[in-house]
C-alpha cells in the first residue's frame, strides 16, 4: 500500500506542516508552538503542574524543563497550593499573558482561514471524523493493554 493512501501519512503530513507553521510565526516572539500550547493551557487561576502535561500529551519530564525555561523567562511563575500542599499551580506573569495572547492570536487567524476556505459544514464532518478516529484508537490501546494483562 502506499503511503498516501494511509489515515496516518495524512494526519501526520498535515500535522507537520502546521507545526511549521506555527513555530515560524511563535519564533518571531521568542515561543516555539509547544510552549504557546503550555501558556494557552494555563487558567487565569492557576494550573496545577500536573494537568498541562496530560492535556498535551507532553511527558512530565519535558514539560517539568519547560516550566523552568518559562519561569527563567518570566513568564510563569509557580506557587504552592494554600490547601494542598503536595499541589504546585502555575500562573502567567504579565509578560506570559502577552505571550499567551500572541499564540492565541496565531490560532484564532490560522481557524479563520480554515473556516473561510473549508467552510464550517466540511470541517464538522472532519471533527466527527477524527473523535471516531480517536474513539477507534483508544478502543485498540485498551485492547492491547488488557492482552499484555
Given at each position: 500500500m502506499k503511503a498516501e493512501k494511509t489515515v496516518d501519512y495524512h494526519i501526520k503530513t498535515v500535522w507537520y506542516a502546521i507545526?511549521?507553521?506555527y513555530n515560524t510565526n511563535a519564533a518571531k516572539s521568542d515561543m516555539s508552538m509547544a510552549v504557546?500550547?503550555?501558556l494557552l493551557?494555563?487558567?487565569?487561576?492557576?494550573?496545577?503542574?500536573?494537568?498541562i502535561a496530560p492535556l498535551l500529551g507532553l511527558e512530565p519530564r519535558s514539560l517539568t524543563r519547560m516550566l523552568k525555561t518559562l519561569e527563567e523567562k518570566g513568564w510563569i511563575y509557580r506557587k504552592m497550593d494554600e490547601y494542598d500542599k503536595r499541589v504546585v499551580n502555575?500562573?502567567?506573569t504579565e509578560e506570559g499573558k502577552l505571550k499567551r495572547d500572541v499564540a492565541r492570536q496565531g490560532v484564532l487567524r490560522f481557524n479563520s482561514v480554515l473556516y473561510q476556505r473549508i467552510g464550517e459544514e466540511k470541517l464538522q464532518v472532519f471533527f466527527d471524523t477524527m473523535r471516531e478516529i480517536q474513539r477507534l484508537v483508544d478502543a485498540e490501546n485498551n485492547s492491547?493493554?488488557?492482552e499484555s494483562n
Open positions: 507545526s511549521r507553521m504557546g500550547y503550555v493551557n494555563i487558567d487565569k487561576n492557576g494550573t496545577p503542574a500536573t494537568k502555575v500562573f502567567l492491547l493493554r488488557a
